[in-house]
């Protein structure tokens, strides 16, 4: 399975086991990468409030970032 970006006018497809593709990944502050890999924990935290919230954030500042672009 695949889904496109979430990165604000990224129109890159990427596969299900990446949330962004490697261009705004690493736009994202690297505090925030770091959250979003503890989170995701090697796949034991897909579907938990702690990756949901670390996703989140990391799509939030890759498009705030974008906007400034």
Do not use: F, K
């Not at 770091?34 to 919230?53: H, T």
Request: aromatic share 8%.
């Amino acid at each position: 399975m695949s889904h496109r970006c979430p990165a604000r006018y990224c129109t890159a497809v990427v596969s299900d086991v990446h949330l962004m593709c490697r261009t705004d990944w690493y736009r994202v502050p690297r505090p925030l990468r770091i959250a979003v890999l503890y989170a995701y924990d090697g796949g034991r935290g897909v579907g938990s409030e702690a990756l949901r919230r670390a996703q989140s954030a990391a799509i939030r500042a890759v498009n705030r970032e974008v906007r400034r672009s």
